[in-house]
Antibody, heavy 116, light 110 residues
């Protein structure tokens, strides 16, 4: 059974860079797209972007200037960096596997708060 | 503002059927058969209930069904049960934008 686990700081200061890692277990990272999705408290889901296992990326145009997603196949991990964060970036951040049809496996999510 | 439009709430009594709509444009919902629906209980990660408009993943009850007409997709939950009370989100492939979500619908089982 594929499992995903997000890790990273739960508190980031304004203007700094948010960094999260998603570790995939129970399956290989190869052959799939790997997504980051966020959910501000009490609000809906927002797709941030995804990366193919070969490193090809696609980002939400509204965040593209601040987002970098990378993959480390040797560690079965992929990562998110979001620069110049503000309070509006406070959210639960989910990593998920996209099988070409839908996000079929999700991490439990991690709350990241942007505050000084 | 979400890319896809969903009603904020829906409700039904146990045993009844409820349909949730998801309206987009010809650039997303209407242009591709890649609409999916996710169920999210409070404090939990979303779970895919429908993919490619009307297909159910293994383990999802056949009480859940999906359809699409033009730029509007729909999720129908038949024979409502208490455990169906949750937030539901639609999602669509959107070409260059790739993935868009709806604003979510809170389903209440009365």
């Amino acid at each position: 059974q594929v499992q995903l686990q997000e890790s990273g700081p739960g508190l980031v200061k304004p203007s700094e860079t948010l960094s999260l890692t998603c570790t995939v277990s129970g399956g290989s990272i190869s052959g799939y797209y790997w997504s980051w999705i966020r959910q501000p408290p009490g609000k809906g889901l927002e797709w941030i972007g995804y990366i193919y296992y070969n490193g090809n990326t696609n980002y939400n145009p509204s965040l593209e200037s601040r987002v970098t997603i990378s993959v480390d196949t040797s560690k079965n991990q992929f990562s998110l960096k979001l620069s110049s964060v503000t309070a509006a970036d406070t959210a639960v951040y989910f990593c998920a596997r996209h099988n070409g049809r839908a996000q079929d496996y999700w991490g439990q999510g991690t709350l990241v708060t942007v505050s000084s | 503002q979400s890319a896809l439009t969903q009603p904020p709430s829906a409700a039904g009594s146990p045993g009844q059927s409820v349909t949730i709509s998801c309206t987009g444009t010809s650039s997303d919902v209407g242009g591709y058969n890649y609409v999916s629906w996710y169920q999210q209980h409070p404090g939990k990660a979303p779970k895919v209930m429908i993919y490619e408009v009307s297909k159910r993943p293994s383990g999802v009850p056949d009480r859940f069904s999906g359809s699409k007409s033009g730029n509007t997709a729909s999720l129908t939950v038949s024979g409502l049960q208490a455990e169906d009370e949750a937030d539901y989100y639609c999602s669509s492939y959107a070409g260059i934008t790739h993935v868009v979500f709806g604003g979510g619908t809170k389903l209440t089982v009365l």
